[in-house]
């Protein structure tokens, strides 16, 4: 299903003309940076056909986890294919492209979500509140490498999309702090309270649950 929106993306975008540098296997070496600066400067889809084999079945796998159905979830994921595409030349490498990637995706599904009338967020309930009013204790990692997955998925669909997006980038795309502050455009002390605020409101959730 993925090849067919591939093509989709790749008609989408522009002209389709193949040429023997495209048709280069050894492209496929480059690394993801290498790739962006030759695409940028050369518009070439068939390159970025390159990094749509590298990133697509990722990319499907986290729209699918916002998405009610997997039609729902191909479409995000074309549309994020093209943003990709769209703000290819705004890719400066502070990060890796692979976090750069992510983090768009993420972003990308979090204001689907929000703008989605039909998929509003839960209110979080008083337990929550009451949480939130202790965010001075710290939550430690190990804390969420004892939790149940399945446990784990219902509760990351309780909370904020900004929160979830952040959690998932650091713990399941072992994104660093420092990339998040570049991927954010924030000083590390307010990603760091962003952290340690989105785990204890997960913490709460979960110890709330049966």
Known sequence: ?????????LMVIGDRQRSALAEDDS????????LVEKIVDTKNTL?????YDRYADRVYT???SFANSEDEAEDLTQDVFLTI????GG?????????????LT?????????RNKNRKIREQSK???????QLAVEVEDRSFFHMRSDKLKSVLQRIPPEDRTLLLLKYQDDVSVKELCALLDLGESAVKMRLKRAKAKTLAIYNALP
């Open 47 to 51: 390159l970025f056909g390159v990094l």
């Open 62 to 64: 986290k729209c699918r």
């Open 1 to 9: 299903m993925l090849n067919v929106l591939k093509h989709l993306i």
């Open 85 to 88: 595409y769209i703000k290819l």
């Open 27 to 34: 492209l496929r070496l480059l690394s993801d940076e290498e």
């Open 106 to 114: 993420y972003n990308f599904c979090v204001n689907y979500v929000t």
């Open 127 to 133: 337990t929550i509140d009451a949480e939130e009013r």
């Open 91 to 103: 890719f400066r490498g502070k990060s890796k492209f692979s976090s750069w990637v992510y983090s």
